[in-house]
């Protein structure tokens, strides 16, 4: 915007919130039993999606290295979880439904539930401006993986409070993937900080206060 003309002083920048009572960490307790209601395996790790099954949202390389990613973790017990609808959803589904262990959940209303009771959270697009996806999943606590796009780029910290890949290099998210599921335990640590950037700089009070503070401002 600077380089288009705009005053630098006339431009804030607030970010999307996030309901952090909704979007939070489940103890190993209420993982289990949201597993269970929501009909997903008890155990092993829980990758999850959540988006629009459109050009674009990097579905496809996901898809791609799943199998591979199950070759190589034989010892595993891993699903991928998929939620959400879009014009691309039935071929995928002809495509790759035939795993056993990828899961395709269709849009639901309650994200939340899915979220807390996974352990990986990974979104592949290849263009983003701030998804909220990502926001809600980072408030969970997940171990999160996504594409060093957008605004991605500015909330993820690679190594601190998430992962960043390149986007549409399967090779890379195969790798990273793989990382997250194997050294699980230590990068609960990637979880806990997500979750207390998010409380910090995102949650709907924070965003709120912000709104008001430009509010008071302009008036």
Not at 14 to 36: C, H, Y
Not at 163 to 190: D, F, P, Q, W
Not at 203 to 208: E, Q
Request: include cysteine; aromatic fraction near 8%.
């Amino acid at each position: 915007m600077v380089d288009n003309g705009f005053d630098r002083s006339r431009i804030t920048v607030i970010p999307n919130g996030v309901d952090t009572n909704i979007f939070s960490p489940a103890t190993v307790n209420e993982k289990i039993e949201l597993r269970k209601i929501l009909g997903l395996p008890v155990e092993g790790k829980i990758a999850v999606f959540s988006g629009r099954f459109e050009e674009g949202k990097g579905i496809e390389v996901l898809l791609t290295v799943w199998p591979r990613l199950q070759a190589d973790l034989k010892g595993e017990n891993i699903t991928l979880v998929l939620l959400g609808s879009g014009s691309l959803e039935e071929e995928f589904k002809k495509q790759f439904g035939c795993n056993d262990s990828i899961r395709f959940e269709g849009w639901k209303t309650n994200t939340a539930d899915y979220l807390r009771a996974g352990d990986i959270f990974i979104l592949p697009s290849f263009g983003e401006g701030l998804p909220n996806s990502l926001l809600e999943a980072m408030s969970c606590g997940m171990t999160c993986i996504a594409t060093k796009i957008g605004g991605i780029s500015e909330i993820i910290q690679d190594g601190e409070n998430g992962l960043l890949i390149e986007a549409g290099n399967a090779e890379m998210t195969l790798s990273i993937l793989k990382e997250a599921v194997l050294r699980n335990k230590e990068y609960l640590r990637l979880g806990l900080n997500a979750r207390a950037y998010i409380e910090k700089n995102m949650s709907i009070g924070k965003v709120a206060d912000l709104y008001l503070e430009l509010y008071s401002k302009l008036i």
